[in-house]
């Protein structure tokens, strides 16, 4: 009697080589098979079930217990289905162009639950997406659309963009020479400033980090493009090993805004400050303003890191002591000396 009043199940079923599902309502799992064999056409000797996302077999009672809707494979009697991972195997197996790939990778994104599977998903479209041969404006135009037209190749635009950013750096030095309310001191800071801008146009900006036509040394990536996290600046690695390819793709181009170039000791809470500080009581010339060129500008205190290993809490690093003025030359030294027993003398 029970089995009377037992509702039909709503489902979507599909067979193991075809992304097309249908719906069927059923009260149990023979009732499916019956229904889902004759509209896949399928025998129904030997026919069994399963769930797409892990392969796990459906039997009456795990029927009973599934959610509305739930996504099934029908397979003939000697099929057999191992979840998702099937799909990706099978897409992979195929003779399809790298666009279609891409195409049939999306439709099983979008379909997709679960969490693992996205994730493996997501990789799996990321690199079936990688165009980081391609160079220039012609051979890859999609990764150009939203970038100015003056550049013509990806290296030149990845320059630029790290020239953007160093140059943002500078743009805080200044700022805090025009807040400057002492004339001495904004005079000096003017000074300093102008320096370091003047060094900063010698470099180019340290564009070289993100261009990947740069040697080796100068370079943040490899030769192909790939940019590797360098952790906290706390941490010598990334625990979490955190890449990417901005010349891959226009997604990747995009997605690689979000990460950092991070000072170690911090450029507001730390180096400018001591930078001020410094020119309280001396002249510019007396500043190693190489030094601090180096904490602003240089990899010396910047690390690039993805925004996960970016930590926004106060570094409580400070600017060396020892380095932030000239260290006295040998003969000033001897003079300083000389003055000294003169005045003993007297």
């Not at 023979?30 to 399963?50: E, I, M, N, T």
């Not at 009697?77 to 195409?103: F, M, P």
């Not at 809470?269 to 410094?278: G, M, Y």
Request: charged share 30%; net charge positive; with cysteine.
């Amino acid at each position: 009697m029970f089995g009377l009043l037992r509702k039909n199940k709503p489902v979507k079923i599909r067979c193991c080589n075809e992304n097309r599902k249908f719906g069927v309502a059923a009260k149990d799992v023979k009732d499916l098979l019956k229904k889902g064999s004759k509209l896949l056409q399928l025998p129904l000797p030997g026919a069994h079930v399963c769930m797409y996302a892990d392969g796990t077999k459906v039997t009456e009672e795990f029927f009973l217990s599934l959610p509305d809707n739930t996504e099934l494979v029908l397979l003939s009697k000697d099929q057999t289905w191992s979840g998702v991972v099937c799909d990706i195997g099978q897409l992979l197996n195929t003779d399809r162009h790298a666009d279609g790939l891409i195409e049939a990778a999306k439709g099983l994104l979008s379909d997709e639950q679960s969490p693992k599977m996205r994730k493996i998903l997501t990789d799996l479209l990321q690199n079936l997406e990688d165009r980081s041969e391609l160079e220039s404006r012609e051979e890859d135009e999609d990764w150009f659309k939203g970038v100015d037209t003056r550049f013509k190749t990806k290296s030149a635009y990845m320059k630029f963009n790290c020239e953007n950013r160093i140059r943002g750096y500078m743009k805080e030095v200044e700022e805090a020479t025009k807040s400057m309310k002492k004339p001495k001191v904004r005079s000096e800071l003017l000074k300093a400033s102008s320096c370091l801008g003047e060094m900063l146009k010698t470099a180019r900006y340290n564009g070289c980090y993100f261009d990947r036509t740069e040697k080796e040394p100068h370079r943040l990536c490899t030769q192909e493009g790939w940019f590797t996290c360098q952790g906290p600046f706390d941490q010598e690695l990334c625990q979490s090993l955190h890449s990417i390819n901005p010349y891959g793709s226009r997604e990747s181009r995009i997605l690689f805004s979000t990460w950092n170039l991070d000072h170690r000791i911090e450029k507001k809470r730390s180096i400018i400050p001591a930078l001020v500080e410094s020119l309280q009581n001396h002249k510019s010339t007396d500043v190693n303003l190489n030094y601090f060129y180096r904490l602003l500008f240089t990899r010396e205190n910047l690390k690039l890191v993805h925004i996960v290993c970016h930590k926004k809490g106060a570094h409580n690093l400070l600017c060396d002591t020892k380095k932030i003025f000239k260290q006295a030359s040998n003969t000033d030294q001897g003079k300083q000396k000389v003055k000294g027993k003169k005045r003993r003398l007297v």
